[in-house]
T-cell receptor
């Protein structure tokens, strides 16, 4: 079944470690997005990508790295995790910027 | 002023009533508007998209857009306990790369 999948669903790690969250979509959507959702802040855009090899910063990019070598994959890497990056991370995709975004199930990340 | 504002609630309505959720936005040139439903511990799920002034109906849901007043609303008719969730309003800016989300309104439908 077509859709957008995130892995892992849950992750616990320690400060200073590198963590990569995976996102895969089967719709062939051009745009992909990473958000974090925290109480009191709502959904905040971390990075987005308009196509393979085209990425750009969102509202809260510091401490995160993305890549998009293939249209269907958009991994998010925390190079040196900090406790402030404990959050729920959602990946989303859309056909264009003005079409609705569809979200994956999320990754709940805890950094101890 | 926040770019997209919603009353955080909770909004409590009895089963079978109409729930009215409201959203205002600051970017006058915004063109695309979306309502998402998010159950606790789940991801946002698209309910409605609306792009032009007026009403758009889909089953029990009606989205209303008034660009002059910079206002978008969602009506849920015959509310059910299963409608209890947080409803997120999202607005796409006229220019730029960002879909701006409101903080969400918690809806509770009591049976």
């Amino acid at each position: 079944d077509a859709g957008i999948t995130q892995s892992p669903r849950y992750k616990i790690t320690e400060t200073g470690r590198q963590v990569t969250l995976m996102c895969h979509q089967t719709w062939s959507h051009s745009y992909m997005f990473w958000y974090r959702q925290d109480l009191g802040h709502g959904l905040r855009l971390i990075y987005y990508s308009a196509a393979a090899d085209i990425t750009d910063k969102g509202e809260v990019p510091d401490g995160y790295v993305v890549s998009r070598s293939k249209t269907e994959n958009f991994p998010l890497t925390l190079e040196s995790a900090t406790r402030s990056q404990t959050s729920v991370y959602f990946c989303a995709s859309s056909e264009s910027l003005y079409q609705p975004q569809h979200f994956g199930d999320g990754t709940r990340l805890s950094i101890l | 002023q926040k770019e997209v504002e919603q009353n955080s609630g909770p909004l409590s309505v009895p089963e079978g009533a109409i729930a009215s959720l409201n959203c205002t936005y600051s970017d006058r040139g915004s063109q695309s508007f979306f309502w998402y439903r998010q159950y606790s511990g789940k991801s946002p799920e698209l309910i409605m998209s609306i792009y032009s002034n007026g009403d758009k109906e889909d089953g029990r849901f009606t989205a209303q857009l008034n660009k002059a007043s910079q206002y978008v609303s969602l009506l849920i008719r015959d509310s059910q306990p299963s409608d209890s969730a947080t409803y997120l309003c999202a607005v796409q800016r006229e220019y730029g790369n960002k879909l701006v989300f409101g903080a969400g309104t918690i809806l509770r439908v009591k049976s």
